[in-house]
């Protein structure tokens, strides 16, 4: 029996155009209406969530910011929250900035309210990025950007890819704090030990629901614990390898309604699974 669905949103649930297709949100109501909660699992803070749930039907839980918040969609009870040291922040941002001096950071505070940006990182941002017009997210010194504990810290470069500019990350060493890229234009850390895989545990045991009896689906390398650790999961069509080694399956892509079409094959035969 699958009791919880746990699904990324980028790449996965979500269509190129950041909609979701009102089949898909049919499947997804049948799930609720069975018993199943449907659970957004992503990157993005509160903020850039709330006209995907709208979309999407979505009412129950949710984990933002790469497992560091749990939080409760219609309610806004907060089920936990990480955040990272601003000592191992500081000592992160200097030690990549020694490496690529043109990186420019971002922090998320207040449960993904407040946006934190350094001089020169809203010049690398599409209106949009964040959930917020870039005129808004402010130009703060570096050391304002790392002053309080935050639920992430995010790096920009100018010419780096991301994924180039996460293996530099890795490589100048993040003094134990968990960096990761979701397939956006930034690099996203977050507190030690946290990942997708860890939020949803927790908020499984918060729900009494099994490892075995939750399906999970994802695209991208911050995907990669959650669909290791899900009983069942489906890493998208067009995945990196490293994704897809991860998951028990694969889904047809997030353009062909990938996450849905499984659910309804759930919903249909459960011994399908």
Not at 57 to 67: E, S
Not at 107 to 133: C, E, K, L, N
Request: aromatic share 6%; net charge negative; proline share 4%.
């Amino acid at each position: 029996m699958i009791k919880l669905v746990a699904t990324d949103l980028d790449g996965t649930l979500l269509r190129h155009d950041k909609t979701v297709s009102a089949w898909t949100r049919s499947v997804l109501d049948a799930a609720r209406e069975s018993g199943i909660h449907v659970i957004p699992v992503t990157a993005r803070q509160p903020l850039g969530l709330v006209q995907i749930a709208e979309q999407a039907g979505l009412v129950d839980w949710a984990i933002g910011c790469n497992g560091g918040l749990g939080y409760h969609l219609e309610t806004g009870e907060v089920l936990f929250e990480h955040l990272l040291p601003p000592d191992a922040m500081a000592d992160l941002a200097a030690a990549v900035a020694s490496e690529l001096p043109e990186t420019r950071f971002a922090s998320v505070r207040d449960r993904g309210d407040t946006f934190i940006a350094q001089d020169g990182y809203a010049a690398m941002t599409a209106p949009g990025d964040h959930g917020r017009d870039p005129q808004q997210m402010g130009r703060a010194k570096l050391i304002e950007v790392v002053a309080d504990p935050a639920l992430k810290l995010v790096l920009r470069h100018p010419w780096v890819h991301p994924r180039d500019l996460l293996r530099i990350v890795l490589q100048v060493g993040t003094g134990g704090l968990e960096a990761t890229w979701s397939g956006a234009d930034f690099v996203e850390v977050v507190a030690p030990g946290v990942t997708k895989a860890t939020g949803l545990d927790e908020l499984c045991r918060h729900l009494g629901v099994q490892q075995s009896e939750v399906a999970a689906f994802g695209d991208g390398l911050n995907d990669i614990e959650m669909l290791r650790w899900a009983g069942h999961s489906w890493a998208m069509d067009g995945s990196s390898d490293a994704v897809r080694d991860a998951a028990k399956g694969i889904a047809v892509s997030n353009m062909d309604d990938g996450v849905a079409r499984q659910v309804m094959a759930f919903l249909r035969d459960p011994s399908a699974w």
